[in-house]
């Protein structure tokens, strides 16, 4: 058996947890699997991507680069089926959102989420629109969807028309033992504080957040540091916000994955406020490092944090600011949820996870030996 991964999306230290999805689960396949022959193709990018593999899994660098999206979308449509033909694939996982459509043999695609269609307003209408199109005509070429949280196959379900009996859930993971990675502990930065991701996108919802700190700020002693690259729009709304609590807010810049751990793992909890996410990675992340969660009572959210995490409302500016206050002072309920966030890691698993990738793959390649799915 021939398999060949897409990972012609990857821009390393971008791609966010999309990439943090492919590499985990590629990885784990390749701990999983030493039989069959696996083809990633990579853009110039990601060429030289750190990847631990065994020797069953080849690297196609292919010579474009992904940041001129144009070229990568006519790459993947026109070149990557003539790479499949050559090298006699038997089956192209596309592995975020989309692939070749006129690809041979079988096809897979991994869809996130629909937020395109769902919470599309920070993205321009020609990107949403190609998109758009090229996810529903994937999501309807191949022979499985894929996604990660039951929340997000009954969005494809719905917003793209796909059967839901053709989406299969292989979901995201935090695994406990990557948690000794040199991201030892201990900080730079005044304590105490809490964190949240800075993401420039409408949907993360940053802007309330913020709203919210400003509200809750005299009656916390905490700092509020923004994990990452702070987007324009939002450096000038802490810059708007009065002067005691601009001192208060830090955006970090990037942030290396070690860093980013550090300072995530120093925290005294984590502010979750996204309106829409397929699965919302960052959850588990945190729990991982031993951190209490409070997160927005939307889309796959409550799904992947269970009992773990205090919920609010995304949109409600005075509810977030009552969370951060409630968090703030009562270290029993931080403790609770601390404990309550580990047990939570343990339900996922990338082994799991390549597991049942792997179980879809041979279902597809020996239907004859397998009920459908």
Known sequence: MKIGINLLFLLPGETGGIQTHAVALVEALGRLDREHEYFLFLNEESRDLPLELPANFHRVPCAFCARRRAVRYAWEQFLLPAQAIARGLDM????AYVGPVLAPGLSLVTTHDVNFLAWGRSMGAL???????ICFAMAHRADTVLTVSHFAAQEIATRLRVNRRRIVVVANAADAADADDGATGGNNVVLPYFAAFAGGDENKN??????????????????????GRLAPRLAEQVARAPASVQARIEATGFLCRTELRRRLRGAAFLVFPSFYEGFGLPILEAQREGVAVACANSSSLPEVAGDSALLFDPHSTEDIAAKIEQLASDR???ATLQDRGTRNVERYSWAASARRLYHVYLELLRPAASPQI
């Open 92 to 95: 192209v996982h596309s592995m």
């Open 127 to 133: 990107r949403r629109l190609t998109l758009g199109t």
């Open 206 to 227: 940053i802007a309330r957040l913020i709203d919210a700190f400003v509200l809750a700020a005299d009656r916390v002693p905490h700092r509020l540091v923004l994990l």
């Open 332 to 334: 029993t309920l931080q």
